[in-house]
């Protein structure tokens, strides 16, 4: 198997450095190569504020879900799949802040009504691509703990943020990341 990280890559290589460098300076070129990864780390981590930027820039009204299904997916975990239509003329989706709660409903005998028990509750982002005015799919893996649904799966979301870019930023693309 290939690895494509280059973090992996640019490890090897400091490390393969450090062997080739004289056993007296090993220590302080170990101690360069550790100062100068925590820097680019800390460099790397975008600011609170640039992700707040791009958060709400397409109102909640102009965020249509066209079809969102809550699946059983193979092995451990489920699956969020679904479709948006992002009706913004000049900004495209590339994420919506979703809260999801699961119920357990158990229907009473004496009354027609529904006693129901939060199960689960989870704040989930769902990355996505949807240009202006136009359809974007997503598709998330959830890991919920083990629910031991007694009566019916009932479950519902709350819409919290949209995340945006602005018009244009996806024509910079290359071709074959686009389709």
């Given amino acids: 198997m290939l690895i494509r990280a280059p973090v992996i890559w640019l490890l090897i290589l400091a490390f393969l450095v450090l062997f080739l460098i004289p056993p007296r300076f090993r220590l302080q070129v170990l101690g360069s190569f550790i100062l100068l990864a925590l820097i680019g780390f800390l460099f790397s981590q975008p600011g609170e504020e640039k992700i707040e930027e791009f958060r709400n820039l397409v109102p909640l009204e102009q965020v249509e879900f066209v079809d969102i299904e809550l699946q059983r997916g193979p092995g451990v975990g489920e699956k969020l799949v679904g479709k948006i239509l992002n009706h913004s003329p000049?900004?495209?989706?590339?994420?919506?802040?979703?809260?999801?709660?699961?119920?357990?409903?158990i229907g009473s005998d004496d009354t027609?009504?529904?006693?129901?028990?939060?199960?689960?509750e989870a704040q989930v982002h769902l990355p996505l691509f949807a240009p202006p005015q136009e359809e974007g799919e997503f598709e998330k893996r959830l890991y919920l703990r083990e629910l031991h649904i007694q009566g019916r799966k009932q479950w519902e979301y709350t819409v919290l943020y949209t995340e945006t870019k602005q018009r244009g930023f996806w024509e910079k693309l290359p071709s074959f990341l686009q389709d």
């Fill in 112 to 120: 027609s009504q529904e006693v129901c028990t939060v199960l689960e």
């Fill in 90 to 105: 000049s900004y495209a989706l590339t994420g919506i802040g979703i809260q999801l709660i699961i119920k357990d409903c």
